[in-house]
T-cell receptor, first 114, second 113 residues
Framework: ETGVTQTPRHLVMGMTNKKSLKCEQH?????MYWYKQSAKKPLELMFV???????ENNSVPSRFSPECPNSSHLFLHLHTLQPEDSALYLC?????????????FGPGTRLTVT | GESVGLHLPTLSVQEGDNSIINCAYS??????FIWYKQESGKGPQFIID?????DKRQGQRVTVLLNKTVKHLSLQIAATQPGDSAVYFC????????????FGSGTQLTVLP
């Protein structure tokens, strides 16, 4: 185990639903990340938080809304998603941005949008 | 544009043999190059990284080689075991500026009995 947990592990939602993904890290890290992993594509960075402040938004559609209430927790709020948003959503953490070369990933949430 | 790519999408090796997984990169400004392993149903797992001012780094059964002249990165796994079967990703990052990991598309390593 890497010390990064994600819930739920699987999620099926309709395009009109609202759901949230949760990530928690037990490593005492200060930077947290959301990635999208689609089939046959490289991991895509979505958002970065450092000491609870968002430092990066990689042109992610507004139907994805991140929230970082503290350094240990990260959420991804989802609403009015599209079928092409179906993917594995991975959370990661690192000591801080300066140690972004060593990120620890959670197991991911497998999202299916119907 | 900047990219990190892998030479082969799949690699099969006999148990006990050595494995070599290759990666090409294009961003000369990267500070670190990293290898991740992703087993089925799991998130990527950090294996080893190498700073851009090094050309070789060894870990437990793994060695990463960096050739900046040809912008090539490789991961060598000694005495490959069934538990090494996974997808391996190379990634690069510029800690001083973009600070974002850029991942390649992955190589599926299959260890044959």
């Amino acid at each position: 185990e890497t010390g990064v947990t994600q819930t739920p592990r699987h999620l099926v939602m309709g395009m009109t639903n609202k759901k949230s993904l949760k990530c928690e890290q037990h490593l005492g890290h200060n930077a947290m990340y959301w990635y999208k992993q689609s089939a046959k594509k490289p991991l895509e960075l979505m958002f970065v938080y450092n000491f609870k402040e968002q430092t990066e938004n990689n042109s992610v559609p507004s139907r994805f809304s991140p929230e970082c209430p503290n350094s240990s927790h990260l959420f991804l709020h989802l609403h009015t998603l599209q079928p092409e948003d179906s993917a594995l959503y991975l959370c990661a953490s690192s000591q801080d941005l300066a140690r972004g070369n060593e990120q620890y990933f959670g197991p991911g949430t497998r999202l299916t949008v119907t | 544009g900047e990219s990190v790519g892998l030479h082969l999408p799949t690699l099969s090796v006999q148990e006990g043999d050595n494995s070599i997984i290759n990666c090409a990169y294009s961003n000369s400004a990267s500070d670190y190059f990293i290898w991740y392993k992703q087993e089925s149903g799991k998130g990527p797992q950090f294996i080893i990284d190498i700073r851009s001012n090094m050309d070789k780094r060894q870990g437990q059964r793994v060695t990463v080689l960096l050739n900046k002249t040809v912008k090539h990165l490789s991961l060598q796994i000694a005495a490959t075991q069934p538990g090494d079967s996974a997808v391996y990703f190379c990634a690069e990052i510029n800690i001083r500026s973009a600070r974002q990991l850029t991942f390649g598309s992955g190589t599926q390593l299959t260890v044959l009995p």
